[in-house]
């Protein structure tokens, strides 16, 4: 037996509500560490938290392919971490492991198949990467702009990205430049967030959509109207954006953050003249899920760490230190509060 810290769903923000750092709470707990065959022990080393999980704290999480938590039960989500000890033969002590359901607790014994092994040569030996830029997020952004952006290099093309200094945005904005686009404009939050787009990450331009007229700022950034949207917020900010583009363009409609603390459907409904301007420009605006492209996923993390090694893909990370922050990490990064991914570190 060994002592363990963990986080369990405290509370329910309510459907309408705003998530508190106190819907979560961190528990003492013991953990039987005499393995079974095919069980393997891992001490947790990086946490995620990512948007989607706002929907697993209702009761009905509104969709067939996520469950909600269950209250006074550990957390879960995607997680990096060490093999300390190994009755599974694809494990050894030592192994760096990852899964998309890694409990929020500080050691754990899961069953080996629900683990994938991880090279750390991948990432030059960042492991937090793994839950970003060659996780889940560098997936989402790569797959969203090849399979719905319909970027072609040469073809002038202008990118806009919301959400754009988030774990997903910040690295959609520089794929879009990577394969052809020639200008990419980024929508934020901050004057910080805008300089840190431009000056470290290669967008074209930034807006800041909590200052002055959004409408505005694009015309200004985008004087050629906008072919790909790379949609991570809905909302008024969407419909700015949608409204100044151009025939034949291509909405990617990766999230809605904006809408996530509200019962609606997903996705959203959009306002009338929104969905006018749709049909009227013969716009695809296509739902993206990074689950139905599973297939392509070992090519386009290769692809990822490729360009993250070559310094063609800047990684930004925001984050914050202990099990006991993980609540406080992932209210922040729903209100924005990060740059880049947003990771809760829990051992060495």
């Not at 469950?67 to 989500?77: F, H, I, N, Q, R």
């Not at 899961?110 to 030996?125: A, F, I, M, T, Y």
């Amino acid at each position: 037996m060994s002592r363990i810290l963990r986080v369990v769903l405290h509370s329910r923000p309510g459907k309408n509500g705003e998530p508190i750092p106190e819907n979560f709470r961190v528990e003492e707990g013991t953990l039987q560490t005499d393995l079974k065959p095919g069980e393997v022990l891992v001490r947790t080393l990086y946490l995620s938290v990512d948007p989607y999980m706002r929907c697993r704290m209702n009761d009905d999480t509104g969709t067939d392919y996520i469950s909600p938590w269950a209250l006074s039960e550990c957390v879960d989500g995607g997680g990096v971490g060490v093999v300390e000890s190994s009755c599974h033969d694809a494990f050894s002590e030592g192994d760096t492991a990852t899964s998309f359901s890694w409990r929020w607790q500080t050691h754990d014994v899961v069953e080996g198949g629900r683990l994938q092994k991880l090279d750390p040569e991948l990432v030059n030996g960042r492991l937090s990467y793994f839950l970003g830029a060659v996780g889940m997020p560098g997936l989402t952004a790569l797959l969203g702009v090849r399979e719905k952006g319909h970027v072609k290099a040469g073809a002038n093309q202008t990118m806009v990205v919301s959400g754009a200094a988030g774990a997903c945005g910040s690295l959609a904005g520089q794929i879009g430049r990577l394969d052809g686009c020639t200008r990419v404009v980024g929508i934020c939050g901050s004057e910080r967030k805008c300089q840190v787009l431009v000056s470290e990450l290669g967008f074209t331009s930034a807006v800041n959509y909590r200052h002055g007229d959004v409408s505005a700022a694009l015309r200004e950034s985008c004087p050629d109207g906008v072919d790909v949207y790379f949609d991570n917020v809905g909302g008024p900010v969407s419909d700015a954006v949608i409204a100044q583009m151009n025939k034949d363009g291509h909405v990617i409609l990766c999230g809605q953050i904006s809408q996530y603390n509200k019962d609606v459907p997903y996705p959203p409904p959009l306002k009338k003249e929104t969905q006018e301007a749709l049909l009227r420009n013969n716009i695809t605006r296509e739902r993206f899920m990074v689950l139905n492209y599973m297939e392509k996923h070992e090519a386009g993390l290769l692809q990822l760490s490729q360009w993250v090694k070559a310094g063609q893909l800047k990684v930004l990370e925001t984050i914050t230190n202990g099990i006991e922050n993980m609540g406080v990490a992932f209210c922040s990064m729903m209100t924005g509060g990060n740059v880049g991914k947003q990771i809760v570190k829990i051992s060495d």
